[in-house]
């Protein structure tokens, strides 16, 4: 293919991220005959700080609840706002007409959490470290 070139690069910028994202886009609009693509995100503020200090990040789209991001500072863990954070995440889900959610979480992260509120592993593929694992999750909205 004359005229094209590959690039390799390790930042991902908007020139780069637009025309993927909007190409792809356009591309399941036409073959689904849905566009209901939305980001969502629930964040945890500092009633302080007034910043952001932790929360989840993800999107809906095709029926389909993805969780991308999730984190909260070690001091805001086991007192039930990560819990709180999932369902309210999962509740906006089933309000946008999502039927199911997809995430992938590492083994020294949180799949016991998520299988504590109903996620089942579908899928486990080895990454490093040594003996670390990628848990491929999903749930029934």
């Known amino acids: 293919m004359s005229g094209f070139k590959l690039e390799i690069s390790d930042q991902i910028s908007e020139e780069y991220s637009l025309p993927i994202e909007a190409g792809l886009g356009e591309f399941n609009d036409a073959m689904s005959g849905i566009n209901d693509r939305q980001p969502l995100a629930v964040v945890v503020r500092s009633s302080e700080s007034g910043k952001v200090v932790g929360g989840m990040l993800g999107r809906s789209s095709l029926g389909v609840l993805f969780i991308d991001l999730f984190y909260l500072p070690p001091e805001l863990r086991a007192h039930g706002l ?3 954070i999932l369902r309210t995440f999962e509740t906006e889900g ?8 997809f995430l992938y ?6 799949p016991d959490f998520y299988r504590k509120h109903g996620w089942e592993e579908f899928g486990k593929i080895d990454c490093l470290p040594e003996g670390t694992s990628r848990y491929f999750m999903k749930k029934t909205l």
Request: charged residues 25%; contains cysteine; glycine residues 18%.
């Open 105 to 110: 979480t590492i083994s020294f992260q949180a």
């Open 94 to 101: 089933r309000r946008r007409g999502c039927v199911a959610g």
């Open 82 to 84: 990560g819990s709180e």
